[in-house]
């Protein structure tokens, strides 16, 4: 019998992460996987002294963020989906950017400079320079962050410059506003390559379309132009397997960003289609 690891946060302990779990460990037993969960925290060890076990497993399955323990993984020469390098990329929506130019179209975007939590922004002409290009209102987002929670809509200089003074000396970007886009999107999930499944979500009373800040969804059947854009980007991040979210653009669909662990649970209650399933017959097609 094939051995996986499923390596998860030792900290998310919440129904919203534990259920996805399960659909992956369901979805290994159906094909004759064993699928154990190990947490980051149990790879607090020195370099050289992985936990008893790990090494031995034909794959893990990396469901978190912390590309620290992922490279250490793939450094004992384990295969790990997804690597390291597209968890990072993911994880930082400047990262992102940088990756999505000329690859895929995006909203018009603005990096912050960086600053340090004694110095912070004292200056704060950059905010006037990227209204300037992007327009009110504005977009801004750390950086870092997940279910639309560090994102806000700035109509004025100073909204943005509050929403700034709460970031801190986090890393952020600014973006366009897309108009057309407020309050919906749409989730593609995307494996080895291929569209599996995509929602439509959609929120009356918020800029953002998440599920965890109030929005609905529903079915949705992708154009063909929003199809290549979700692929091409799921390619440009190196993706064994992600979620992308595609914005309605006025000159056709945007890319908001690219999930490397997306939680599927909304999509499968939507579209009925187990992304945990496609997920694992993947890897097993490739150990």
């Known amino acids: 019998m094939k051995r996986g690891l499923l390596a998860v946060n030792a900290f998310l302990n919440t129904e919203k992460f534990l259920s996805v779990y399960r659909f992956l460990q369901q979805a290994a037993e159906r094909r004759g996987i064993a699928l154990d969960i190990v947490r980051t925290d149990e790879f607090c060890t020195p370099f050289d002294e992985l936990p008893h076990g790990v090494v031995d497993a034909d794959f893990v399955i990396f469901w978190d963020k912390d590309v620290h323990a992922a490279r250490r993984l793939e450094r004992a020469g384990m295969k790990v989906f997804n690597s ?3 968890i990072e990329i993911c994880d930082s929506k400047i990262l992102t950017a940088m990756c999505l130019d000329g690859k895929a179209e995006m909203p018009t975007t603005v990096f912050a400079p960086k600053t340090f939590d004694t110095v912070g922004y004292s200056d704060r002409r950059f905010v006037e320079r990227a209204a300037q290009a992007l327009g009110l209102p504005m977009v801004v987002k750390e950086a870092c962050g997940s279910f639309g929670w560090e994102v806000w809509l700035a109509r004025s200089l100073e909204e943005a410059n509050a929403v ?6 986090r890393e952020f970007l600014m973006q366009k506003f897309v108009a057309e886009s ?3 999107d749409v989730r593609v999930n995307i494996v080895g390559g291929k569209v599996v499944s995509a929602m439509y979500r959609y929120n009356d009373r918020d800029f953002r379309s ?19 854009a979700a692929l091409a980007a799921s390619e ?22 690219v999930n490397s662990n997306p939680n599927f649970k909304s999509s499968l209650d939507c579209t ?5 399933d496609k997920i694992v ?6 150990i």
Request: aromatic residues 6%.
């Open 281 to 286: 017959e993947y890897i097993e097609e490739r």
């Open 210 to 228: 998440n599920i965890t800040l109030g929005g609905k969804m529903k079915p949705y059947e992708l154009s063909d132009e929003q199809r290549r």
């Open 164 to 169: 700034i003074d709460k970031i801190g000396a």
């Open 84 to 86: 390291a390098r597209t």
């Open 182 to 184: 407020a309050g919906q």
């Open 272 to 276: 009925g289609v187990n992304m945990a």
């Open 236 to 257: 440009a991040v190196g993706a064994d397997f992600c979620g992308v979210d595609l914005l309605f653009g006025g000159a056709g669909p945007l890319v908001c960003e």
